[in-house]
Structures are given as structure tokens and as C-alpha cells.
């Protein structure tokens, strides 16, 4: 198939981890290279960033990275509440280790993502800036930009102006893509709300993958870079992603059939995340009677 289709990933903090997941869906049904180009707000534009790459493993290694202490590194004395309180050090950290700038430069597909220009204290301006073709200081500088939430980072300068987060503007960048002619997009939300998005562009064929479960509000979903949360939400994309992949794939769209399908993949899920549980529950266990048995010298 012709790389004619659009990949758009939206903003959503610790979300982004179900991304990760539907692109693994993706790869398994080989449709990576049905994607001709790539939009991303927030969090989604480093995932864009990865994707572009074509290296899942990597990006995988990336969310894998990611925990609380790391993203909201900060000297809690220091908090008055003035703007950027946390340290940007592991997303740079993320940005530097993992993506790949030489492979964004040189990629012949576009690949976008949304930053929004300050105005004043309140006003923003929505823009789209390229990564492909641009320098790797340029790219790390937008990848920056485009995940600075207001009050928690610092505005980002960029050729003499600030920049912060794009999902302030537009946390699903549908235009770029379809200002270049990309009429079939696949829409990768962070929740069901932002399929209202999809209206705003009748002309085009959407295969949009939304959480078939709630993954939380600011505070227990976005904000929530617990490695626990991290993995439930990879595995609820991969599956959400593989049912909507295979329907599409096969022609067989049976809404009442995805939907049990659906309920019965979130039951399993639950089950492997308290498996996990249970096993990290055994290895502290075994650790401490380990500790204990050498304390006594017992063999």
C-alpha cells in the first residue's frame, strides 16, 4: 500500500503510553508503512518523534524509563509558586538517548508537531513546526516547546519568542496533514471526547483508535507517570489498537461484537497486571528472606 495515510498522535501527559501500545498493533498488522506522514501535540509529539524513528523497541525502552520521580524532579524548598517548578532534565535525558535526530532530519515524510506561541499571560497562538529537515538542537528545542505545561515547565524560546505546550492550541493536529492533502488518518486519542475532532474534516477517512477504558483525569491519568499506569495503558492501546486494526483490515465491523470483544480484552488485561502484581509481590518476599538467611549465615 502507498504511504497516503496521516498518523496523528494527541497531547495527553502519561497517556501517551496507550500510543506506544497501538503502534505495536500497528506493526503487527504491517500497516507501519501505510504512514506517509506524522502529527503530534504534547506528549505526542515525542511520540511522533519515536515513530519516526521506526524503532518500536526504542520507544517501548523509552516509556519503560519513565517514572514519577524522574518527570517531576524537583528541590521541593525551592517551590514559590512561581512557573517551571520541575526540571525538564529527563525529558532532554529521553530526547537525547532515544530519538534518533539524524533519522528525523533525514525523513522523507513530514512529521509535525503543535507548539503554541505565548501572546500574553492568557493568549496563545497555535502553530505547526516541522522536525523533518531541521537541526537536532531545533528538533530537541520544538520536542521541548510542545510538552511545556503551563505553571509545571517554563515557557521554551525559539527564534525569539516562547513557546508551550501544543494541546493549549490544538491537542489533536488534524490540519498540517490535511493541509498537505492527507485524506485517510489514523487518529490515535487519548480519550473518546476528542472523535468531536474528526467532524471538523468530513472529507476524510478517519481509523481512529480511542481507550475503550477511562484512563484517568489531569491528576490520576495525565500527570500519572506511575511505571503501573504506564503499563496498563501500553496494554489497553495494543489491544484496543489490534481489534480496530484487524476489523478494518477484514472488512468485518461488527460494533456489538467489538464492543464484548473490547470488555473481554480489559478483563484479561486486568488479570496480567495482577499477575504482575502478585510477582513483584513474591520477588520482595524472597529478597528480604534472602537478606535475613545471609544475615544468619544461613545457606
Known sequence: ??????????????????QIGVWKALKERNMEGWIGGISGASIGSLNAALFACNEYAQAEAVWKQVNMLSVFDTDWALIDGKEGIFSREAML???????DMKKITESRRPIFCSVSK???????????MRLDGRTSYVIETLLMASSALPVIHEAVEYQGSLYRDGGLTDNVPIKPLYELGFRKIILVGLKEEMKRFEQQYPDVEFLSVYPSQSLGNFLDGTLNFRQRFIQFGMKLGYK????????YQSGEIDD?????????????????MKQMELKEQVDGHMETLKQIMETYGID
Open 240 to 247: 484496543d489498537g489490534l481489534r480496530v486494526f484487524q476489523a
Open 1 to 18: 500500500m502507498e504511504q497516503n495515510w496521516g498518523l496523528v498522535f494527541s497531547g495527553g501527559g502519561a497517556k501517551g503510553a496507550y
Open 256 to 272: 456489538a461484537r467489538l464492543k464484548k470483544q473490547a470488555e473481554l480484552d480489559y478483563q484479561e488485561i486486568l488479570m496480567e
Open 93 to 99: 535525558y529521553l530526547i537525547r538517548g532515544y530519538v
Open 118 to 128: 505565548v501572546i500574553s499571560e492568557q493568549a496563545y497562538e497555535g502553530c505547526y
